[in-house]
């Protein structure tokens, strides 16, 4: 297994999702990852950042050379869930470090990602057209 530290646009785009949609934000804030009342974008991959440093750190034994990111200039696309879940399975994948996996971040954001995955799956036409049973 490999570690690196992702795009500052994967966070960017796994943040604006979270901040945006109703059911991520809530799960976030329930366990105390987001304040309720703040903009939580920056918030959100700045604890992104640490994470993944603190994988790559339990990695590699070393901090990465790579810059810390500018919180404020991380490029936000608005995506497709489809993407959304492509970035949280790679951003997932390099944490996998450590004692990351066992952080509540990562236990948060892995739930966001099965979520994801089952929406995408009830929304394909060949499950809509399956009788139900």
Known sequence: MSCYMVEPGTAG??????????WARRLLIERELLAPH????????????????RA??????????????????VPRPKVPRLQVLKALACYLYQCSEGDVP?????????????????????????YIMLPWE
């Open 13 to 22: 785009k796994i943040a604006l999702f979270c901040a945006s949609d109703r």
């Open 38 to 53: 703040e903009p939580s974008e920056d918030a959100l991959i700045h604890a992104m950042e640490v994470m993944n440093r």
């Open 56 to 73: 790559y750190q339990a990695r590699y034994g070393e901090c990465p050379k790579d810059e810390p990111w500018d919180t404020i200039a």
């Open 102 to 126: 066992a952080s509540p971040l990562f236990k948060a954001l892995d739930r966001i990602r099965y979520e994801l995955a089952y929406m995408e799956v009830c929304d394909m036409p060949e």
